[in-house]
């Protein structure tokens, strides 16, 4: 294995492949020895960033236009004296300097302080803009108790209420307005390393519905966890939100709603616009990962682009790897084998499907012929039972799962579902709070030793049922998982099924292995490595899914997995990573990871440096 280590660099300037900027103090020995160009940051490498610090060797009042000083406040207390002189902020913040240690303390006490969590997901908003560093330490330090404050179920009140609590921009919007001029505004962002974007339209956020514009909480949200869980660069990530009106009136009629008042743009209409959105943004950042993310009716985008650009849908293909992950786990406890499975999912939208078919191809791995293993599935959405005969056109991604074998007989209610099909499996993709009745969850547990209960509706409103009512209802003998988290329940922890799980370490293989499209392989994959990494005593305590703690370690090795799966599909451009152990690789990629603590030290040893050598033209001057 090539020795990861970071040495001083006689030349200057070079890049640090975890932060991708240019660093006059340190190279990446390996990188230049062997070919490998950067992975994470590459893009950024030979985008101008050199010229930049040029710049700012020269001109130390330039130094507020450089991307060290875009990553780490200016004010940030814990820049020591020579620093703040360096940078002209001396005098202008307390004199104290201060540790991570003590920075976290009075930021986690201010958070307690704040009375709400919408109080609180305002409050490191603020935190993210002002010291961004910090804020990623202090989220990767305490990922379990912050994550629903930047994620589900607080994002979802977040992009409800974006219009009244709105104060800065953290991302871009392209109106069905500036369709034929998409490639100019892109232009307008900020950043020439941006490695990954997700991008939604805002038509379908959480089990909350169409928010239009105000969706855009989601890709923000999503992105923090790319760069807490898998170390991608904050300036490499673009929150993207489309704004091809909305078929929300009340927000159309919202003096304070920020997008345009046009009732959603026609499906044809859609579809050109994206055409022209993933064309212009794989022009200006060329191998840019593309992340779809709560649209109403996603597959037509996926099918149209998944074999021509680096992307992927999260609701679909993330979800269904996730929770094929955890459901792996959960086969293996309950010794129900894949041919005697019955699954009856509550919702038969993009994350139902996904999820169905995910595991379809599990059965089949397991033995299954495929029209055994589709049989396996019951769906069940807003008419009830999905069956040919039930006398509504199906959506075309209904049919592959619609039941010919119920007699004629149309059945409308889960309960009476659940006492048709006597099942192993009750899914949640429905968005309806509640819908696993105490009496639902009874019959789960008289049908099955160990019934598998997964709510997976998200923000915490719309799950199917709470871990409490799971719990108390199959008297403990349930698998339960669920999309938003929810607290322990007599000592039991609950599993969380969400796609945060995998698609940060997706977004990482796919950036890393340089992969030019993201095969069902590679998704797969995700989802196996998911299932393998919990540690023994995770196993032990019967969880399914790894402690959230761990995310970064988990991202490594779903990342490992998927970087193996697009070598397998031969989708791989960074062919040198072919040669590399598995231990190499997660070497390889967690070198490549973001890590607020390190970069934090790299910014001040380059500013330190950057203060010696001022020093030394002051002295000959
Ligand atoms: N846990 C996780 O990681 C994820 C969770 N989700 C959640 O799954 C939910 C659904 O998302 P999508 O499938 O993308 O939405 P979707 O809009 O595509 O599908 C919703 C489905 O629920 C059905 N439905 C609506 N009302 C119903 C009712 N009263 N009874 C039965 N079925 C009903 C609809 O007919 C449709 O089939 C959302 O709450 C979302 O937050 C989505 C992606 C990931
Ligand atoms: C988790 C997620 O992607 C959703 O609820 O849509
Ligand atoms: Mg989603």
């Known amino acids: 294995m090539p020795k990861l280590a970071f040495r001083r660099a006689p030349s200057y300037p070079t890049f640090s492949t975890r932060t991708g900027r240019a660093l006059p103090s340190y190279t990446h020995s390996s990188m230049a020895r062997d070919g490998i160009t950067n992975g994470v940051n590459g893009v950024g490498a030979s985008n101008g960033v050199a010229p930049m610090?040029?710049?700012?060797?020269a001109h130390t009042h330039h130094v507020r236009h450089t991307r060290v000083a875009d990553l780490s406040s200016d004010f940030d207390t814990s820049h020591p004296t020579e620093v703040r002189k360096y940078l002209r902020t001396y005098g202008l913040t307390p004199p104290a300097v201060e540790s991570f240690q003590t920075q976290a303390e009075r930021c986690l006490k201010l958070l307690s302080l704040k009375p709400t969590p919408i109080d609180k997901f305002q409050y490191l908003t603020h935190l993210k803009a002002t010291n961004v560093h910090l804020f990623y330490r202090l989220l990767a330090e305490n990922i379990k108790e912050l994550t629903p404050l930047i994620y589900t179920p607080t994002v979802g009140e977040a992009c409800q209420k974006w219009s009244e609590i709105y104060t800065q921009p953290e991302g871009m919007y392209l109106s069905f307005d500036d369709k034929g001029h998409l490639h100019s505004v892109i232009q307008n962002w900020p950043k020439h390393n941006v490695e990954i974007t997700v991008v939604t339209d805002g038509s379908r956020i959480l089990g909350l519905g169409d928010l239009g514009i105000n969706g855009m909480g989601i890709p923000v949200g999503k992105l923090s966890l790319y760069t807490a869980c898998a170390g991608i660069r904050p300036d490499a990530t673009l929150p993207l939100t489309l704004d091809l009106g909305t078929s929300n009136e009340q927000l159309r009629n919202d003096p304070l709603y920020m997008g345009s008042r046009r009732p959603k743009v026609s499906a044809q209409e859609e579809?050109?616009?994206?055409?022209?959105m993933m064309a212009a943004l794989t022009e200006r950042w060329p191998g840019i990962v593309i992340q779809f993310e709560d649209f109403k009716n996603p597959f037509p985008a996926l099918e149209r682009y998944r074999d021509h650009y680096t992307c992927f849908n999260d609701d679909i293909q993330g979800t269904g790897a996730v929770i094929l992950g955890g459901f792996i786990n959960a086969v293996k406890r309950t010794g129900v084998a894949a041919k005697d499975q019955r699954a009856v999912f509550l919702g038969a939208g993009s994350a139902g499907v996904g999820v169905a078919k995910q595991i379809v191809e599990f059965f089949m791995r397991e033995g299954l012929t495929e029209d055994q293993a589709r049989k396996c599935f019951w769906l069940v959405d807003s008419k009830g039972l999905v069956t040919n005969d039930r006398g509504d056109k199906l959506a075309d991604h209904k049919i592959y799962f619609s039941r010919d074998d119920n007699d004629g007989k149309q059945i409308k209610s889960l309960a009476d579902v659940v006492e048709y099909v006597k099942p192993t499996i009750l899914m949640g993709l429905s968005t309806i709070g509640g819908a696993f009745t105490p009496e639902i969850l009874t019959r789960m547990s008289e049908l099955n030793a160990h019934p598998v209960i997964f709510p997976l509706s998200n923000p915490s409103s719309q799950s199917e049922c709470t871990f409490a009512d799971a719990?108390?209802?199959?008297?403990?003998?349930c698998l339960f998982a669920s999309g938003s988290p929810f607290p322990d329940y007599e000592g039991q922890t609950p599993g969380q099924g969400n796609n945060m799980y995998v698609f940060p370490g997706i977004g990482l293989g796919t950036i890393l292995s340089k992969a030019v499209n993201v095969t069902q392989e590679m998704i797969y994959a995700s989802a196996e490595l998911l299932s393998t990494s919990l540690t023994p005593e995770e196993h032990a305590k019967g969880w399914l899914y790894p402690d959230i703690a761990r995310i970064?370690?988990?991202s490594v090795t779903v990342a490992r997995g998927v970087i193996r799966a697009a070598q397998a599909?031969?989708?791989?451009?960074?062919?040198a990573l072919r040669n590399l152990s598995d231990e190499q690789l997660d070497e390889y990629i967690r070198e490549r990871m973001y890590d607020p603590?390190?970069?934090?030290?790299?910014?001040?040893?380059?500013?330190?440096h950057l203060v010696k050598s001022m020093q030394g033209v002051e002295h000959k001057l």
Do not use: G, I, W
Request: charged fraction near 40%; glycine fraction near 0%; avoid cysteine.
């Open 53 to 57: 610090a040029n710049v700012r060797h």
């Open 271 to 276: 579809q050109e616009f994206l055409d022209e």
């Open 471 to 477: 719990m108390k209802y199959t008297k403990s003998t």
């Open 552 to 554: 970064r370690d988990v």
């Open 569 to 575: 599909s031969s989708v791989d451009r960074e062919l």
């Open 597 to 608: 603590k390190l970069e934090k030290l790299l910014v001040e040893e380059e500013l330190l």
